[in-house]
């Protein structure tokens, strides 16, 4: 199967701590996106990469929120001094243009 | 804040029955995209319509646009317990070439067989 990966699936952290999650685009796919999705809502978008440059980013991605994908591959999203309002499913998709988007699994993070 | 809103926010429905579900968003759009989740999965794309498009079909799907309305519905028919899912329509920006996509809150649908 060579969809987009996302690890880990699931993230217990205590407030205070950093965490990182990694998503592996499909492989031709020169568009990478980050969403969060909090329990009851839609997909909320977080950030955006063509290749290995950041395009876009929302005005939910706060000063704790950095999002690398070096050599336009493989994609981090760390957040440091996780917050419990930081709990929510966070959704790694790629694209080969701005149509459709192919969705990894998704990290599952819990803010103790 | 989200673009699209669905409606209703639940169905419940039997097997073989037809599912409409209804989509309103807010600003002009390149296309509009309808997307499944099974619980607590990543999403699935399903179909895409764009702007100047009124109507499309896959399989058992049926999407209808009107712009002039800002909405858009998805027909599922003769739906299966397998079904069972939250869908979201999604809208990308009219003339961005950056590709986001707006989701809505969902509808949850439930087949029971």
């Known amino acids: 199967d060579t969809g987009v990966s996302q690890n880990p699936r699931h993230k217990i952290t205590k407030r205070g701590q950093n965490v990182t999650f990694r998503c592996d685009p499909i492989s031709e796919h020169n568009r990478l996106y980050w969403y969060r999705q909090t329990l009851g809502q839609g997909p909320e978008f977080l950030t955006y990469?063509?290749?290995?440059?950041?395009?876009?980013k929302s005005r939910l991605l706060s000063d704790r929120f950095s999002a690398e994908r070096p050599k336009g591959s493989f994609s981090t999203l760390e957040i440091q001094r996780t917050e419990q309002g930081d709990s929510a499913m966070y959704l790694c998709?790629?694209?080969?243009?701005?149509?459709?988007?192919?969705f990894g699994p998704g990290t599952r993070l819990t803010v103790t | 804040s989200q673009q699209g809103e669905e409606d209703p926010q639940a169905l419940s429905i039997q097997e073989g029955e037809n599912a409409t579900m209804n989509c309103s968003y807010k600003?002009?759009?390149?296309?509009l995209q309808w997307y499944r989740q099974n619980s607590g999965r990543g999403l699935v794309h399903l179909i895409l319509i764009r702007s100047n498009e009124r109507e499309k079909h896959s399989g058992r799907l049926r999407v209808t646009l009107d712009t002039s309305k800002k909405s858009s519905s998805l027909l599922i028919t003769a739906s299966r317990a397998a079904d069972t899912a939250s869908y979201f329509c999604?809208?990308?920006?009219?003339?961005?070439?950056?590709?986001?996509?707006?989701f809505g809150r969902g509808t949850q649908l439930t087949v029971w067989p």
């Open positions: 998709a790629s694209s080969p243009d701005f149509n459709e988007q192919y």
């Open positions: 990469f063509q290749n290995e440059a950041q395009l876009e």
């Open positions: 999604a809208t990308g920006d009219r003339g961005s070439t950056l590709g986001r996509l707006y």
């Open positions: 600003t002009s759009i390149n296309n």
